[in-house]
């Protein structure tokens, strides 16, 4: 078991599967990201640049996708609880799948273009 299942492995199952949502999206999108944990989570880099991040929590699913990616989906986001950098999914509302994976394709190529 690695270091990410470990940290999964820690949440309740309902989350766990919530959080291997997140991770299944990231690495279908990203298949070339390095995944590593890095500031206590689950992190992915491209480029040898920090693409996302997530983390589970008690109400929510932390995604974090620098404050470039944020800003680039600021009107699909607006309804959920941000902070630079960082969106918050409610665990009690269906997570949104298809922008998590429009903001990793987001910035896997922002990366490339910047390596």
Request: avoid cysteine; charge should be positive.
């Amino acid at each position: 078991m690695n270091e990410i299942d470990q940290y999964i492995s820690k949440f309740p199952k309902e989350v766990q599967q919530q959080l291997q949502k997140v991770r299944a999206i990231i690495k279908k999108t990203a298949p070339k990201a390095i995944e590593q944990m890095a500031y206590g989570m689950p992190g992915y880099k491209t480029n040898g640049k920090p693409l996302v991040y997530f983390a589970g929590y008690k109400n929510h699913i932390g995604f974090y996708a620098t404050p470039s990616g944020h800003e680039a989906f600021q009107k699909e986001l607006s309804k959920y609880k941000q902070g630079k950098g960082s969106v918050q999914f409610p665990l009690d509302q269906p997570l949104p799948l298809d922008l998590i994976e429009e903001i990793v394709r987001f910035r896997v190529e922002e990366n490339a273009k910047h390596k």
